[in-house]
């Protein structure tokens, strides 16, 4: 996946969390951010990068995530993957 995809996917989690008013607080606590947040950094990958982070802590979040968005499930992983920091380590 390229990263402009990536960033792509990353923003519909972004509107996705934003309109989710049960786990957008969650968030907010979890990353310090706050609502003004969300718009003035949506274009940084690595803001990005921590929404996708955020979602995929969960597998309840990403299965309500990639449904809500006629995504795969594999979607926001892969995404996650094509940000920056989203190397996987393989420590064998």
Known sequence: MRQDEAETI?????GWLAGNEELLPVFLGA?????EDLRARAAEPAFLASVLDFILMDDAWVI?????EGLSGAAAM???A??????VMHWT
Do not use: E, H, K
């Open 10 to 14: 990353a923003l519909r989690a972004l």
């Open 31 to 35: 990353t310090g951010a706050g609502a």
């Open 64 to 68: 309500a995530f990639a449904d809500g």
């Open 78 to 80: 892969q995404a996650r």
């Open 82 to 87: 094509a940000l920056p920091g989203g190397a």
